[in-house]
Structures are given as structure tokens and as C-alpha cells.
């Protein structure tokens, strides 16, 4: 059996946030800051400075997804280090979209060179990362995300899989704290592809 990389997508593999605000402030004139903290505090109107309601918020995220994807743009080095990893381990892409962008996510990633199975989840990643555990039955198994609730997540249903926290927007990084629940912080696909590398080599689960 073949090691197992499930890697998210929106500030995994493309950049989504620097367009994303950008639409805002386009379509919207909206406001959008990287130091905000969450999504929905990080929004604020121009005519009024008020924040956008949580509702409000993801109305926004539905009018980018699947309409504005084009916008986004590779990672660096993340094409590169999945092609490398793709040689000795199955990789599965887990994206919190709904299941009608599955396909719009599908040909986004082909466009730009990736081209692996694409699984679209809403909510915690624990329970669809312990089905994929489950279905290929890997030695080992490395879970690369953004979000540290999702890394809580995973923790919680799936304690025996490694967790990469990655945020590859540096104006967002800086203002993202290292998850709690993940073995490693690291933002660059150089040196994350090394430390996946290396946990596929020791074929040992996390905790072992």
C-alpha cells in the first residue's frame, strides 16, 4: 500500500484570499483585511465600516466560488512538490466547497498542472479524512490545511494521521498563529514537501 497526502486546496495549493478581496473591493466595495482574524470581522463596507453578518459572509464566498475561481493563482513550488510526492503516494485534494464546484475545482487544478482526485466536504475534515484512512488503507497518511479547526478535527477522528499546517499567503501567515493540533507549522512547499517526504519514508502513523 502507498502512503496517503490529503492536502486542501485555497491557501494549500492556490491563492484565494488576495483575490477574493480583490472581487470585494471590485464588485462589492468592500473592504477586505488579512489581519482581520475570521472571515466575516476581516469585511468591513466602505460606505459605513460595518461588518458583514456571517450569513452576509458566506453569500460572498458563494458569489466567488465557482464564478471568480480564475482569479486564483498557484502557490509556488506546490505543483512541483505534488508531482514529486505523486511518485511513491496517493494523493487526494479535500476542499471546503459545495459538491456543485467539485467539478469547476476539478478543471481549476487541471489548468494549473494538478490533476488528483478532488473530494469537496462542508464542515470538520475529521470525519471524511478518517473515511479516506479507512478506504485506501495507507501506512502512513499526511494532512496539509490552512484552517487550524480542521486540524483539531483530524486529531479528534483520526489522531493517528500527521497534520501539516500550511498558510501559503504570506500577508496572511504573519497573522496566523501555528496550530495548536498540528505536528508542523511550515508555509513554503520546498521544505513541506521534505517533511511529507520524510513521514512517508518512516512509514510510521502518528502516535505509533
Known amino acids: 500500500m502507498k502512503p496517503l497526502l490529503i492536502c486542501d486546496c485555497d491557501e494549500v495549493l492556490l491563492h484565494m484570499v ?8 471590485e464588485a462589492h466595495a468592500i473592504d477586505f483585511s488579512m489581519a482581520g482574524g475570521d472571515f466575516a470581522s476581516s469585511m468591513r ?15 460572498m464566498l458563494d458569489g466567488f466560488f465557482p464564478d471568480e475561481m480564475a482569479r486564483q493563482t498557484l502557490v509556488p513550488h ?11 503516494a496517493e ?8 459538491d456543485h464546484c ?10 494549473h ?36 479547526v480542521h486540524h483539531a478535527s483530524v486529531a479528534q477522528h483520526a489522531p493517528e494521521v500527521y497534520r501539516l499546517h500550511m498558510v501559503a499567503e504570506p500577508d496572511l501567515a504573519r497573522h496566523v498563529p ?20 520524510d513521514r512517508f519514508a518512516q512509514g510510521v502513523p502518528a502516535g505509533a
Open 178 to 197: 501555528a496550530a495548536a493540533d498540528a505536528h508542523a507549522r511550515i508555509d513554503d512547499w520546498r521544505e513541506a514537501r521534505d517533511w511529507i517526504s
Open 113 to 148: 498542472g494538478i490533476a488528483h482526485r478532488v473530494d469537496c466536504n462542508q464542515g470538520g475534515k475529521g470525519a471524511p479524512v478518517a473515511a479516506l484512512v479507512a478506504e485506501f488503507a495507507p501506512p502512513v497518511t499526511v494532512f496539509v490545511d490552512d484552517l487550524a
Open 78 to 88: 506546490a505543483r512541483e512538490a505534488l508531482a514529486v510526492l505523486a511518485q511513491t
Open 91 to 98: 494523493i487526494v485534494i479535500l476542499t471546503n466547497l459545495r
Open 45 to 59: 463596507r466602505r460606505a459605513d465600516g460595518s461588518t458583514l453578518a456571517p450569513e452576509e459572509m458566506r453569500t
Open 102 to 111: 467539485r467539478e469547476h475545482r476539478v478543471a481549476q487544478l487541471s489548468t
Open 18 to 25: 488576495r483575490h477574493f478581496g480583490s472581487w470585494l473591493d
